[in-house]
């Protein structure tokens, strides 16, 4: 079955930089596009990023420029570098593939 494992979340302060893991397995992963999206309490999850299998990116508008995505397909595993970061970009950010969803990697971002 897919598993989504996501981790390096934490806390940092505004400025500061965090990237997040996504290792996968259970599906061909080199042929998937795998996306981050984010959740906040009482919103509804908002997509962040997406790198297709060729490699190609895109971000929502809140994050372009300050936000990166990458995959190694050897590691099965996919990296959203976090850069700039603001107290809004505070969630818990879900790797997300096929139908199925990882358990969350808490971001907290202070002022």
């Known amino acids: 079955q897919v598993q989504l494992v996501e981790s390096g979340g934490g806390s940092v302060q505004a400025g500061g930089s965090l990237r997040l893991s996504c290792v996968a397995s259970g599906f061909d992963f080199s042929r998937n596009t795998m996306y981050w999206f984010r959740q906040t309490p009482g919103n509804k999850r908002e997509w962040v990023a997406f790198i297709s299998n060729r490699g190609d990116t895109d971000f929502a508008d809140s994050v372009k420029g300050r936000f990166s995505m990458s995959r190694d397909n050897d590691r099965n595993t996919a990296y959203l570098q976090m850069n700039s970061l603001k107290p809004e970009d505070s969630a818990v950010y879900f790797c997300?593939?096929?139908?199925?969803w990882g358990q969350g990697t808490q971001v907290t971002v202070s002022s």
């Open positions: 997300h593939a096929l139908n199925d």
